[in-house]
């Protein structure tokens, strides 16, 4: 089984920054995509960014030059630096990943969410 665990959430004004952290832990030989979404309140899950193992990343348009995603593949974690937020980035954020286990099954795995809150 594995996990993945979010941290770094939080109220912050407009302009501000959060840095968001994901962990992954448990039965993991490696990690392929590892993502974030996010989710408003009554709107569907958004991918936000992606970072595959050789360090290619996408962004959504909305966050681009703003946010940067970043992966440490020795720690098994992904993170999201947000820059320049605004209130229109108020979502929970969630952790995605495709873990191979070490019998080389591929799964995709989820982590709880962390809100982040854009606000004055």
């Known amino acids: 089984q594995v996990q993945l665990v979010e941290s770094g959430g939080g109220l912050v004004q407009p302009g501000g920054s959060l840095r968001l952290s994901c962990a992954a832990s448990?039965?993991?030989?490696?990690?392929?995509?590892m993502n974030w979404y996010r989710q408003a309140p009554g709107k569907q899950r958004d991918l936000v960014a992606s970072?595959?193992?050789?360090?290619?990343?996408n962004y959504a348009d909305s966050v681009k030059g703003r946010f940067t995603i970043s992966r440490d593949n020795a720690k098994n974690t992904v993170y999201l630096q947000m820059n320049s937020l605004k209130p229109e980035d108020t979502a929970v954020y969630y952790c995605?990943?495709?873990?191979?286990?070490?019998?080389?099954?591929?799964?995709?795995?989820w982590g709880q969410g962390t809100q982040v809150t854009v606000s004055s």
């Open positions: 995605n990943a495709d873990v191979y286990s070490p019998y080389n099954r591929l799964n995709n795995y």
């Open positions: 448990g039965s993991i030989f490696s990690i392929g995509l």
């Open positions: 970072m595959d193992r050789d360090g290619n990343s």
